[in-house]
């Protein structure tokens, strides 16, 4: 049995002060149960300031992207090191919004995944389809070789510190959820291509979040679906009522 995860992405919301105030309030909503995983992934300019709000607690801080370089010349960019020693331990890698909005290929989100690896950060790997393959009927070679091309190079044991994030893009901030039966299907997908690339007992431990739309309304009965083992929330996730509220659906 694979514990849940409930992670909330805020993307480019919130200022140092709001994150901390979210934070400061969840903590004391909600005592996480020892039997779900509870991860915020504030911007970049909040991560210290969460860290320490949040220490002492059982709430994981995420970052949202990293660069693969260690360091060096790359104005405006953050290195895995950077976010290890902010205090995250995930750090979200391929979101749609960065493979759509900041052309980033399969290519450097492998790059990214390893980096993040090497940096001890966890990755959440996002994958999924846009409309057009879904309509068109690619959706499968797609997330095939959205896994193939991202995690090309990882091992059996990089495979065991990585949580993959299936988030069909025509489903994410558009209020359109994928069905449970849509989304389990796909995550069995991703899972029995795991199990063929790894091995079955990697792919029975792998977390595999949904993603797009995910509210206090549908939770259930997404987790109800047996290979989704948490969600990776965006806009509901502003909210402390509304995040509070998943992460105890
Ligand atoms: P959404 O975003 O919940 O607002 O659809 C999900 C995501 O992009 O991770």
Same mark, same amino acid.
């Given at each position: 049995?694979?514990? +849940? ?48 709000? @949040? ?39 391929g979101h749609s919004e960065r493979r759509t909005l ?14 993040? /690896?090497? $940096?001890?950060?966890? +990755?959440?790997?996002c994958v999924g389809?846009s ?14 070789? %959205?896994?193939?091309?991202? /995690? ?8 065991? /510190? ?5 988030e069909p893009v025509?489903?994410i ?9 849509? $989304? ?9 291509? @795991? ?16 993603g ?12 109800? %679906? ?20 998943? @992460?105890?659906?």
């Amino acid at each position: 049995m694979v514990r +849940p995860i409930i992670a909330g992405n805020w993307k480019m919301n919130k200022t140092v002060a709001e994150s901390v105030d979210f934070a400061e309030r969840l903590r004391s909503a909600y005592e996480t149960p020892a039997d779900r995983e509870v991860i915020i992934a504030p911007p970049f300019t909040a991560l210290r300031s969460v860290a320490e709000a @949040i220490r002492g607690s059982s709430i994981i801080l995420s970052a949202q992207n990293l660069h693969e370089a260690e360091k060096g010349a790359y104005t405006g960019e953050i290195s895995g090191a950077m976010l290890r020693e902010a205090g995250c331990t995930y750090v979200i890698v391929g979101h749609s919004e960065r493979r759509t909005l900041f052309g980033e290929g399969d290519d450097r989100i492998n790059l990214k995944l390893r980096s993040a /690896l090497t $940096a001890g950060l966890m +990755p959440i790997f996002c994958v999924g389809e846009s409309l057009r393959e879904r309509e068109e009927g690619t959706m499968e070679t797609v997330i095939e070789r %959205q896994l193939k091309e991202g /995690l090309n190079n990882l091992t059996a044991d990089d495979i065991g /510190l990585v949580v993959i994030a299936y988030e069909p893009v025509w489903a994410i901030g558009t209020g359109k959820t994928a069905s449970p039966d849509q $989304a389990g299907e796909v995550h069995r997908l991703i899972r029995e291509w @795991i199990a063929r690339r790894y091995d079955p007992k990697r792919a029975a431990n792998l977390a595999i979040l949904y993603g797009g739309s995910v509210t206090p309304k549908n939770i259930a009965e997404l987790m109800a %679906q047996p290979d989704i083992n948490g969600a990776l929330v965006g806009g509901a996730s502003l909210e402390v009522d509304s995040f509070v509220r998943i @992460i105890g659906y």
